[in-house]
Each structure stands twice: as structure tokens, then as C-alpha cells.
């Protein structure tokens, strides 16, 4: 059961499990972890994979009250050293074999590929570098679920949009962009209002023409939607004042190869735009242009260091 699920799932369901043996659980609290549960699938797959260890450690161990009372510690406390130690258990027995949903069909990007497709309803779907996303219709309703990756959609209908942090929902024609991060989803509304709800926060109503990031308990850094917010789409890359660390970072995800930056180079900031089609020719134009150098230990191993 765990073999299709994210690490940060796991801790998600860890946490909810703790919170469920806190003293002072209450009934909202519940409430919203019934809405957790059913807003995903792994949500619900990690739940059950958490409470099927917990009465095997609670088997092994006898009881874990016992263990409480000699220990000292609070049932919530307890229940969260245990979660991470599940958690990392678990890493080590996931692969990373894609998993289908029963009634989804997969869409996926390769590194440094760009790929669009359209959907039955006449909506629109781009993906960025290593995307995958899975469309389920339920009810003629149509839902999008985010594995990973970058995605722009031209919805010709409602639709609703789940990442690993919370839920968009889009009821009228327009564009979004949503990428998903370890610690929360950057959602770009260019021209669509939308509803976002973090799976452990409040919902928020934000406009078009607008980007902010969806964490697990909140909508934050609201913001006027940048010119070049989904450049990405021409296969280009801009750049203003950007930390040279942050663009090797970005270039990275469009090659297949090993690319790290010396530390001594940190510090260094560009301003241009930067193609993605060919990152090889991307860098060599980086280095007529800085203070760097490229070491080639074969095609796909590049390391950036400072110009002698």
C-alpha cells in the first residue's frame, strides 16, 4: 500500500494521527480529517497504511499506554516520534513505480520535455519538465490530481485541482498554472478566479491575476501575477537578478544529467532569459557571460566553477 506514496503524505497522515490522540481532539478537528481523507486517495491509502502499523507496533509492544506511563509522555507527543519513525521506515520500502488510479488516466512529461493535451471536455493541459497528473471524471464532474511537476490548464469547464498541500477549484473558463513543491503548491491564476483550500486551513477566495502559495494550513504571500509567470511554455526561462544557485536549480530540472554549482559562486546574480531546450548550449552561454567555467566529466556529469 505505501509502494505509491509521497513521504510528505505520510507525515501528513502521521499528524493527523497524533492529533487525533491529543486530549482536547474535538469534533472539528474530525470533521476535518474526514475532509482530508477523502480529498486524495494516498490521503486515505496512508491513513489506513498508518493504523495498520500502529495496532502492529500496539501488538509487538502490548500496550501503548504502558509505554506512556514510562516514558512520560503525552499520548500526542508519543504518537509523533512514533509518525516520523513510521514515516522513515516506510522510505525505505517505496519505489518509485507510477501508480494508476482506478478510474484516472495518466498524463506525463519526460525531463526536459513540454507536452499538451486536450481533454474530452475541451479543456487544455500543459506540462512542464517531469510532470504527471491524473484526469478523473466523477459524476461529470472533472478532478485533477498532481503527482508532480508543473501544469497549466485552459479549462473549458469547472474543474478541481488536488496537490499534496490542498484543493483549487476553478467554476468558470480561464487559465491556471500550478506547481507542486516538498513544502506547498505555487498556484498562478492568469485569467480565473479561484477557491483554494489547504487541507489543514481556511479557504480562500482569490482573483485573477494573482499567484500565492497553498502549504498544508494556509494560502500565503498573495501577489501580482509576474509578465513571465509561465514562460516555461515557450521553453524559456527569465531571469531578473536571479542568484546563480537558484537558476542552476531551475536549469536542472530540464536535464537529465548531474548539475551542481560551486559554493564559491553562490553569491553571483543573473538577468536574462535562458532557453530550456538545450541545457548544455544554455550553460555555455552562461559562461561567455560570467565569471565561470564548465568541467565536463561526461556528457551528462557538469560541474560550474569559477573561471581561472
Not at 467554476?171 to 477557491?195: D, H, K, P, W, Y
Not at 548531474?258 to 530550456?276: E, K, M
Not at 568541467?295 to 566553477?305: E, H, K, S
Request: aromatic share 8%; proline share 3%; glycine share 6%.
Amino acid at each position: 500500500m505505501m509502494s505509491s506514496l509521497s513521504p510528505h503524505v505520510v507525515e501528513q497522515a502521521a499528524q493527523w494521527m497524533a492529533r487525533m490522540w491529543a486530549d482536547d481532539v474535538s469534533e472539528q478537528d474530525k470533521q476535518a480529517l474526514s475532509q482530508w481523507r477523502r480529498a486524495h486517495p494516498h490521503h486515505e491509502k496512508a491513513w489506513q497504511a498508518l493504523e495498520g502499523v500502529q495496532s502492529q507496533l500496539q501488538d509487538v509492544s502490548g500496550h501503548h499506554s504502558v509505554l506512556l506511563r514510562q516514558s512520560g509522555l503525552s499520548r500526542r507527543r508519543f504518537l509523533m516520534l512514533g509518525g516520523i519513525g513510521i514515516g522513515a521506515g516506510c522510505l525505505l520500502a517505496w519505489r518509485s513505480n507510477a501508480h494508476r488510479y482506478e478510474q484516472g488516466v495518466a498524463l506525463a512529461s519526460r525531463v526536459g520535455e513540454l507536452k499538451q493535451f486536450t481533454l474530452p471536455d475541451q479543456s487544455r493541459v500543459a506540462l512542464n519538465t517531469d510532470s504527471r497528473v491524473w484526469v478523473d471524471y466523477q459524476g461529470g464532474k472533472k478532478q485533477i490530481f498532481l503527482e508532480r511537476g508543473e501544469v497549466l490548464f485552459e479549462a473549458a469547464s469547472p474543474l478541481s485541482v488536488l496537490t499534496a498541500h490542498g484543493q483549487v477549484w476553478v467554476e468558470e473558463q480561464g487559465q491556471l498554472a500550478v506547481r507542486q513543491f516538498t513544502r506547498f503548491s505555487a498556484i498562478q491564476l492568469l485569467s480565473t478566479n479561484a477557491r483554494i483550500q489547504p487541507y489543514q486551513g481556511q479557504r480562500r477566495y482569490i482573483p485573477a491575476g494573482h499567484s500565492v502559495q497553498c502549504t498544508d494550513n494556509k494560502v500565503q504571500h498573495l501577489a501580482p501575477l509576474e509578465t513571465h509567470a509561465v514562460s516555461w511554455l515557450e521553453q524559456k526561462l527569465v531571469a531578473e537578478r536571479m542568484p546563480l544557485s537558484t537558476l542552476v536549480e531551475e536549469l536542472s530540472r530540464y536535464f537529465s544529467g548531474w548539475l551542481r554549482l560551486d559554493a564559491q559562486l553562490n553569491d553571483l546574480t543573473v538577468t536574462g532569459v535562458f532557453s530550456t531546450r538545450n541545457i548544455q548550449q544554455t550553460l555555455a552561454h552562461l559562461e561567455t557571460i560570467l565569471p565561470i567555467a564548465l568541467r565536463f566529466r561526461t556528457a551528462l556529469w557538469v560541474q560550474i566553477i569559477p573561471a581561472q
